[in-house]
């Protein structure tokens, strides 16, 4: 019986890329793992995959009874909804600590670096196994997305070196080129449904109780949201009512300026004022700086639900 790989719902690149780089790995070295994914891929996915000749993972969403390796998260509302009677044989995340547990002992790779792939990439290394070029190329992109080209707060001197490293075996010369190719991909957001717009990059999070669901758009240019901006506000207030969500945010994020405007729909009107110092208005505030959830919006949310 193979081990499966997998990542969060709604898979991003960086828990698709590390659920196809961890597979060939531990196959390499002995083990039968099987990459997967919960859900539908985003077009930068589908971007970065077809760019190095891969086939998406299977999408597979029960695991009862057996083994899994978790990647990119490790969060219980994050994963497979039977992940409690699932066999966990590993977790290699870069958030923080969530609260799957396991009965058993397990390999625990948790780094505080830019992306999941840099802590795979240190277990090639390891492990001596040499990466082949295409999973070198996938790699490399989903540190330079969840990075935002190493520009996020929550890049590393470690994530700097794995992309030189991996552009290197994956011949690409100017990796910086590519992370924007994929960046002009990810801002395609024209035509595209509204809800899926909200859902695209979406996570839940559980704040002392409270349900939060955080979205998150990064573009090149925020101007590409003027038309389509009040729609989006209608539906974030729609999905928070529709999952009893105490809040629901919307950040769009310019990676050019290095901020964020954020859309809310929250009982606490005072949600922004209190987490982030700025008071929203007409449900809208920007937050100069911030281009990470992870890192600048989660932590301030979550102590300022109390
Ligand atoms: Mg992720
Ligand atoms: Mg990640
Ligand atoms: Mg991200």
Known sequence: MPAYVVGHKIPDSDSIASAIALSYLK???GEDAVPARLGELSP???FILEKFGFEQPMLKTSYAGEGIYIVDHSDKILGPDDI?????????????????????PLECWIRPVGCTNTIIKMMYDFHSVAIPKNIAGLMMCA????TVIFK????????IKCVE????IAGIEDFKAVGMEMFEVKSAVVGTPVRELVLRDFKDFNMN???VGIGQLEVIDLAIFDDMKADLQADIAKLKAEGDRHSVLLLLTD?????????VASDDENLTLNAFGSASSDGKVWLDGVLSRKKQVVPPLQESLI
């Open 255 to 263: 990676i050019m300026k290095e901020g964020s405007e954020v859309l």
């Open 143 to 146: 540190i330079l997305s969840d």
């Open 209 to 211: 109780g409270k349900k």
């Open 27 to 29: 196959t390499t070295i």
């Open 152 to 159: 996020s707060p929550t890049c590393t001197t470690a994530d």
């Open 44 to 46: 930068e996915t589908k």
């Open 84 to 104: 409690d009677e699932a066999i966990i044989l590993g977790i290699i995340d870069h958030h923080k600590l969530g609260d799957i547990t396991t009965s058993t």
């Open 165 to 168: 490293a991996l552009a290197e």
